[in-house]
């Protein structure tokens, strides 16, 4: 599907890519052919931002071989940090909607993990998921009996399960039960992420067009899950990975190649450097016009 509502020859002059089953593979790899997508928008003076329900600890492995100097957003939106992950901003739960949202995913079934400070916090190691969480924010989480004195400094808690309909069930309740003052949504299909409601994608199309003055109608946002809509619904280019569900392939204006098939890279060659390109031509005609 492809299917832009701007120009054709309107320029791009930020990228903001999601992580998880966008930028890395299904084994949380780092492609040469995606690290080399990001250097040609350095190349073409295009800036580029990751942001991911990640905590910005579980990032920082990128930032060298991507060449980050653009904030990260962490806990989709809920910090943003320098490249040496120092912290430009946070948004915080309140102790109240931490403990409610703790029982709200109990009463579901799944396992709780809440990330305080820059740790991460469970009550079984064994827990789903567990394991490959680990893997890809590469540290451990914090092994504790309860939550209760966890509930301040709290960034983002989390409802886990294998029972991927259990966790769409708790994602509807959330909403309905929190209402606006959380922000509730799937990172993936076995993770309901509870953040700060200012901690959504959306959120942070704004607030890097803020850092780095591009108008958002100059960035281009590239994601694969139902948390990636918002930000898709704020950027002037959007860009749904292969692997999304058809819904999420709905909300954005082209689909690329899925995150097992170079989808990140190919989205860049296709859709943002060949704008570029673009641009430039109609840029060099209009100039050359005038005179």
Not at 135 to 160: C, E, I, W, Y
Not at 193 to 209: C, E, F, I, Q, Y
Not at 222 to 248: H, K
């Amino acid at each position: 599907m492809d299917n832009y509502r701007h120009s054709e020859t309107s320029r791009i002059g930020l990228v903001i890519a999601d992580v998880d089953g966008t930028l890395v593979t299904p084994r949380k790899v780092l492609t040469e052919h995606s690290r080399r997508a990001a250097e040609r928008l350095h190349e073409a003076g295009i800036a580029f931002a990751i942001t991911s329900s990640r905590p910005p600890r579980g990032m920082r492995m990128l930032v060298e071989p991507l060449k980050i100097s653009t904030p990260i957003a962490g806990f989709n939106g809920g910090q943003f940090v320098k490249p040496d992950l120092s912290i430009i901003s946070r948004e915080l739960l309140t102790a109240d909607i931490v403990e409610s949202a703790i029982r709200l995913i109990e009463s579901h079934g799944l396992d709780v993990w809440v990330f305080c400070g820059s740790d991460w916090f469970v009550r079984n190691l064994h827990g789903p998921h567990i394991d490959t969480e680990e893997m890809t924010v590469q540290f451990s989480p914090r092994l504790v009996g309860d939550f209760d004195n966890l509930l301040d400094d709290v960034a983002k808690v989390v409802g886990v399960s294998k029972d991927h309909e259990a966790v769409a069930r708790c994602e509807t309740d959330a909403r309905g039960e929190l209402g606006d003052r959380v922000s509730a949504s799937r990172s993936q299909p076995y993770y309901l992420d509870v953040t700060h409601p200012n901690a959504n994608k959306g959120m942070v199309v704004r607030r890097l067009s803020e850092y780095l003055g591009v108008p958002v109608d100059e960035i281009a946002t590239i994601g694969d899950m139902s948390n990636d809509v918002p930000m898709f619904a704020s950027s002037g280019l959007s860009i749904a990975m292969g692997n999304a569900s058809p819904e999420v392939q709905r909300a954005a204006q082209c689909v690329t190649t899925s995150n097992e098939e170079e989808g990140f890279a190919n989205a860049v060659e296709r859709y943002i450097l060949c704008k570029t390109a673009s641009a430039s031509i109609s840029d060099a005609h209009f100039a050359h016009g005038r005179h």
